[in-house]
């Protein structure tokens, strides 16, 4: 069964290694396939990853994308260490993330460390001035 994408005017998806931009009107594509997809709303440039779980996310993203994800494990295991000392509360959310990466789920992880930047911004906007 193919996956149907509907596309917004001028919004962008990449597929595989290509990123694909729609034109002027709605247009929607039937992808049959194993090509590794993102949507606009799920694609985090490199200059946006302007935090540690930013940059997590982006280095799944980039997992997600690669022919040869585990070359960016030692990446994203020194990634979480740096966050988890700094922010033990967020080791639940990790391990649902290692389990997703560790079982090739690459996709599944992108949407779990959604939920780590967003914890990220709560706790930023909890630190008070000192």
């Not at 290509?18 to 993102?38: F, K, W």
């Not at 389990?99 to 992108?110: C, T």
């Amino acid at each position: 069964m193919a996956l149907i994408i509907d596309l917004k005017p001028k919004e962008r998806v990449i597929i595989g290694n290509a990123l694909i931009t729609n034109d002027a009107t709605r247009a929607r594509l039937h992808i049959e396939g194993d090509a590794a997809i993102l949507r606009e709303k799920d694609i985090l440039r490199e200059e946006d990853a302007n935090s540690p779980c930013k940059r997590i996310y982006f280095t799944i993203q980039l997992m997600y994308l690669s022919d040869d994800p585990m070359k960016l494990h030692e990446l994203y295991f020194s990634q979480v260490k740096d966050v988890q000392h700094a922010a033990p509360s967020t080791a639940p959310m990790f391990m649902k993330i290692n389990d997703f990466i560790l079982g090739d789920q690459y996709y599944k992880a992108l949407k779990e460390a959604r939920h780590l930047i967003e914890y990220e911004q709560k706790l930023i906007a909890n630190v008070g001035p000192a």
